[in-house]
């Protein structure tokens, strides 16, 4: 009765060890309930942020051309869609690992007598049952494999589309701000033609002269400056569009992309979860856990069912016994026993890396809210300074306007048109400056965020 009794137990625990499954850790992090540096606004919050096309916040349909060329043509994208299509093969073929396997083969052997030799031809099935969490880790790794893969493509889109932005923002800000230097330059040409005839005529003085040939000078070397800037950005388009030769609709100077009134109605738990990083370390526990799971499976026996159907044949013939196939079938059983302990190290090895996983996806949360706290105050302190040039902007109009309406009445100079001028082209230009970082930290916001992602497929 003990006997049956033990046989018993050893059964029911071995059943129950089948089932054997490692839990997956709670990857909760506390974040904060709301954005520190959104809009003080915040209770005319708008609709969530659209990340799979967050551009189109520019209302620029050249922009938005040149977005959907290089999500067609761009290299490094292409390389990570291949690199994707190869991990899909490679989850499919690691999801047939636990599905019944045949194979036919056929071989030559000698008799134990070396009198003669057989020719066999058979088949061989086996089927590995994923008990003790065999098949769950493996599958869970998988999907890591898989995932990652996706969540490199994602990264790169998202890279690709914010540097196209930002080089697109870049180079339209370059050529405006070529406009105004070369505006500059000339009125101070103005000026110093208008200083020599003062000074021809006793009314100024040589330093007079010199202050504005010096100015003149300065403006000179500043508008050297532009060129250089839209040289790089047509030749980072160039790069991002995959074409060795520059973009001619782009050789002509453009508006500057101007930014719509958007507003943020997401918390940091809804978007943050959408930053490829994240999603990288939570993919990492993933697979970490299906490390975890197979290495305790292996402290376990496989468990399987096998069979085999072979018929072999006398190479010099047997006619007198033709021959038969002879089937056999059963369940295949491999029970580790004695391994100096090398099975449980790699428990213990697995155990501590996804310990590691773990802490690994929390620092990156932590670095994620970082990152994005800090574009949404430069975005916000960005948007603050190009509100005061507009406004500064619009002074120095108006002063324009004054000047040229004092001339007109003889109230006033050439000389104070032409100062007039120089300080409203010099308003327009910080405007230009004002208006280019509030872009370019606009698209750090939404790299900071990421894009859309689907959910994990192993839970």
Same mark, same amino acid.
């Given at each position: 009765?003990?006997?049956?009794?033990?046989?018993?137990?050893?059964?029911?625990?071995?059943?129950?060890?089948?089932?054997?499954?490692?839990?997956?850790?709670?990857?909760?992090?506390?974040?904060?309930?709301?954005?520190?540096?959104?809009?003080?606004?915040?209770?005319?919050?708008?609709?969530?942020?659209?990340?799979?096309?967050?551009?189109?916040?520019?209302?620029?349909?050249?922009?938005?051309?040149?977005?959907?060329?290089?999500?067609?043509?761009?290299?490094?994208?292409?390389?990570?869609?291949?690199?994707?299509?190869?991990?899909?093969?490679?989850?499919?073929?690691?999801?047939?690992?636990?599905?019944?396997?045949?194979?036919?083969?056929?071989?030559?052997?000698?008799?134990?007598?070396?009198?003669?030799?057989?020719?066999?031809?058979?088949?061989?099935?086996?089927?590995?049952?994923?008990?003790?969490?065999?098949?769950?880790?493996?599958?869970?790794?998988?999907?890591?494999?898989?995932?990652?893969?996706?969540?490199?493509?994602?990264?790169?889109?998202?890279?690709?589309?914010?540097?196209?932005?930002?080089?697109?923002?870049?180079?339209?800000?370059?050529?405006?701000?070529?406009?105004?230097?070369?505006?500059?330059?000339?009125?101070?040409? %103005?000026?110093?033609?208008?200083?020599?005839?003062?000074?021809?005529?006793?009314?100024?003085?040589?330093?007079?002269?010199?202050?504005?040939?010096?100015?003149?000078?300065?403006?000179?070397?500043?508008?050297?400056?532009?060129?250089?800037?839209?040289?790089?950005?047509?030749?980072?388009?160039?790069?991002?569009?995959?074409?060795?030769?520059?973009?001619?609709?782009?050789?002509?100077?453009?508006?500057?992309?101007?930014?719509?009134?958007?507003?943020?109605? %997401?918390?940091?738990?809804?978007?943050?979860?959408?930053?490829?990083?994240?999603?990288?370390?939570?993919?990492?526990?993933?697979?970490?856990?299906?490390?975890?799971?197979?290495?305790?499976?292996?402290?376990?026996?496989?468990?399987?069912?096998?069979?085999?159907?072979?018929?072999?044949?006398?190479?010099?013939?047997?006619?007198?016994?033709?021959?038969?196939?002879?089937?056999?079938?059963?369940?295949?059983?491999?029970?580790?026993?004695?391994?100096?302990?090398?099975?449980?190290?790699?428990?213990?090895?697995?155990?501590?890396?996804?310990?590691?996983?773990?802490?690994?996806?929390?620092?990156?949360?932590?670095?994620?809210?970082?990152?994005?706290?800090?574009?949404?105050?430069?975005?916000?302190?960005?948007?603050?300074?190009?509100?005061?040039?507009?406004?500064?902007?619009?002074?120095?109009?108006?002063?324009?306007?004054?000047?040229?309406?004092?001339?007109?009445?003889?109230?006033?100079?050439?000389?104070?048109?032409?100062?007039?001028?120089?300080?409203?082209?010099?308003?327009?230009?910080?405007?230009?400056?004002?208006?280019?970082?509030?872009?370019?930290?606009?698209?750090?916001?939404?790299?900071?965020?990421?894009?859309?992602?689907?959910?994990?497929?192993?839970?």
């Amino acid at each position: 009765m003990s006997a049956r009794i033990a046989f018993a137990t050893a059964v029911c625990t071995l059943l129950s060890a089948c089932t054997l499954n490692t839990p997956l850790p709670d990857l909760h992090a506390d974040m904060p309930a709301q954005w520190r540096n959104a809009p003080p606004d915040a209770g005319n919050l708008g609709p969530a942020p659209d990340l799979d096309s967050w551009w189109h916040a520019f209302n620029d349909a050249q922009l938005d051309a040149l977005i959907e060329r290089a999500l067609k043509q761009n290299l490094t994208l292409r390389q990570a869609t291949l690199r994707l299509r190869g991990a899909r093969a490679l989850q499919h073929r690691s999801g047939t690992q636990f599905m019944p396997q045949l194979n036919f083969h056929t071989f030559s052997e000698p008799d134990p007598a070396a009198t003669t030799s057989y020719y066999e031809i058979g088949f061989d099935a086996q089927w590995e049952l994923g008990f003790f969490g065999r098949g769950l880790g493996n599958a869970r790794v998988a999907a890591a494999d898989l995932q990652t893969a996706e969540t490199s493509a994602t990264a790169a889109r998202v890279s690709l589309i914010a540097e196209v932005a930002r080089s697109y923002v870049d180079l339209r800000a370059a050529q405006a701000r070529r406009g105004f230097l070369d505006r500059i330059v000339k009125l101070r040409e %103005q000026s110093l033609d208008l200083a020599k005839t003062r000074l021809r005529l006793r009314l100024a003085a040589q330093d007079d002269v010199d202050k504005c040939a010096g100015e003149l000078a300065q403006a000179r070397a500043d508008a050297a400056e532009p060129a250089a800037s839209i040289a790089q950005a047509q030749q980072a388009l160039d790069v991002l569009l995959a074409q060795s030769q520059p973009d001619s609709v782009l050789a002509g100077a453009g508006p500057q992309p101007t930014l719509a009134d958007v507003r943020f109605a %997401q918390t940091p738990a809804d978007l943050l979860r959408t930053r490829p990083e994240i999603r990288q370390a939570e993919l990492d526990v993933l697979r970490a856990a299906g490390e975890l799971g197979i290495a305790r499976a292996d402290l376990w026996p496989k468990l399987g069912l096998g069979g085999t159907l072979i018929s072999a044949t006398r190479v010099n013939g047997d006619l007198d016994h033709p021959n038969k196939a002879i089937p056999s079938v059963g369940p295949l059983i491999d029970i580790p026993l004695f391994d100096w302990g090398a099975r449980r190290d790699m428990v213990n090895a697995r155990d501590t890396g996804l310990q590691v996983a773990v802490l690994g996806y929390r620092q990156a949360v932590l670095e994620g809210v970082a990152e994005a706290e800090s574009a949404l105050a430069q975005w916000q302190r960005d948007e603050t300074r190009a509100a005061a040039a507009r406004t500064q902007l619009a002074l120095a109009d108006n002063a324009q306007a004054r000047a040229q309406t004092l001339q007109r009445i003889g109230l006033a100079d050439k000389s104070d048109h032409a100062q007039a001028g120089i300080a409203q082209a010099q308003a327009r230009l910080q405007a230009s400056l004002a208006q280019r970082d509030a872009a370019v930290a606009f698209i750090a916001v939404y790299k900071s965020f990421g894009g859309a992602l689907p959910p994990l497929a192993m839970q």
